[in-house]
């Protein structure tokens, strides 16, 4: 069997440096925020190259914050992507705004900076580009449009801790970045958690104020704010394991590359492409089939997991039928949905499980 991701591997491989982390704050009884949640702030603050960092419950929280940050509210348009994780949509609909999608690119399924210009009006107020699979989307090209507006951009950098583009690293380039720690992310907590990223003195102190029910000092509510706080055994955690995100992302990476140079003859499946200048994490590989359910069951058979994201956009899910979008509204997401594949990858996956995944894959070539 070969798991899609295998998250008792990671722990074993660092239990007694997670051990210690959590006995300490179950010590110093910082259950809540804390030092430790403190301490990861800095930390990750720096591994963004930005001042400030926010820590929260979970990664929809962190993009919830950023928007009200923004200024976003009822009447308010936000601009963002329909193939992504519906968590980005949801949190846009939290603030009352309306959400506009622009569609992807087709070859990172990635916002298409040539289609955003015609999503804007004047009740835009923000843009939320979605760094899909841990590929940063074409920041150069839609910080202009936005800029060209006035509109901020917020990075949806959920999925993609430590890529780069043009030697910038996600999260840093809008005026705020989100990240989520689900456990399943490049860094996960042991729980939920997230949290939000900016150069920005205000937006921080905003956000940081809203995560802890508006108080600008201990009983003053001059916000109306939520729970949001992120937990001091998460913060522990993250810390730890942010020492090997590092080893992690280059495991990810050779991965990858052993992947997609085994696969590259092949005619059933097309693979990812990392574009110049963009420093790809892998927190997803999807490939592109011909047969996507066809492979999906054979790599079942052969008893390797395999994952679908996304097998549907989110301007097609029933949730959101009230914003009027139609079938053929996004064809490059809705393309885009019918023929990804994501194949297993985590850091702790051998390159002999590669081969076998790769030599499922083949079977399939030849049979089908
Ligand atoms: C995981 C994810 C989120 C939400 O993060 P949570 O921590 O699960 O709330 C948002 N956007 C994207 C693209 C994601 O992958």
Redesign the pocket.
């Known amino acids: 069997m070969i798991p899609f991701l295998d998250l008792k591997a990671q722990y074993a491989s660092i239990k007694s440096e997670i051990d210690t982390a959590v006995l300490g704050v179950l010590a110093s009884a910082q259950y809540i925020l804390g030092d430790e949640v403190a301490h990861l702030e800095e930390e990750f603050a720096d591994y963004c190259d930005v001042k400030h960092a926010v820590a929260v419950n979970?990664?929809?929280?962190a993009?919830h914050l950023a928007l009200l940050a923004a200024g976003v509210g009822r009447g308010d348009e936000v601009v963002t992507v329909p193939f992504?994780?519906v968590?980005?949509v949801s949190a846009i609909c939290y603030t009352g705004a309306l959400p506009v999608f622009v569609d992807v690119e087709p070859v990172t399924l990635t916002m298409d900076p040539a289609k955003l210009e015609a999503a804007i009006t004047p009740r835009t107020k923000a843009i939320i580009p979605?760094h899909?699979y841990g590929q940063v989307a074409d920041m150069d090209a839609i910080m202009t449009i936005a800029a060209r507006h006035g509109i901020p951009v917020i990075e949806?950098a959920?999925?993609a801790h430590g890529a780069e583009y043009k030697g910038h690293r996600a999260g840093s380039m809008g005026i705020s970045g989100c990240f989520?720690?689900?456990p399943g992310?490049n860094l996960g907590a042991c729980g939920?958690?997230?949290i939000a990223v900016t150069n920005d003195d205000a937006h921080a102190k905003t956000m940081r104020m809203l995560r802890d029910w508006g108080q600008e000092r201990r009983y003053h509510h001059v916000a109306k704010g939520f729970n949001y706080r992120m937990d001091g055994i998460q913060g522990a955690i993250l810390r730890v394991k942010l020492r090997h995100l590092d080893g992690w992302t280059a495991a990810r990476r050779a991965h990858a590359a052993h992947y997609s140079s085994l696969l590259a003859g092949l005619d059933t499946v097309k693979t990812p492409v990392e574009v110049a200048d963009r420093r790809h994490v892998y927190h997803i590989y999807a490939v592109r089939c011909r047969d996507r359910d066809g492979l999906h069951r054979v790599l079942e058979a052969e008893g390797i997991q395999s994952g679908l994201h996304y097998p549907i956009p989110v301007h097609l899910q029933k949730a959101h039928e009230d914003l009027g979008y139609r079938p053929g509204d996004f064809p490059v997401s809705e393309a885009a949905a019918r023929t990804v594949l994501s194949l297993p990858i985590y850091p702790e996956m051998t390159a002999k499980q590669v081969e076998q995944v790769v030599a499922a894959v083949e079977q399939d070539a030849y049979v089908g």
Not at 58 to 61: A, D, L
């Open positions: 979970t990664g929809t929280s993009l992504t994780f968590a980005t979605v899909l949806d959920c999925q989520s720690f689900y992310k939920e958690g997230g």
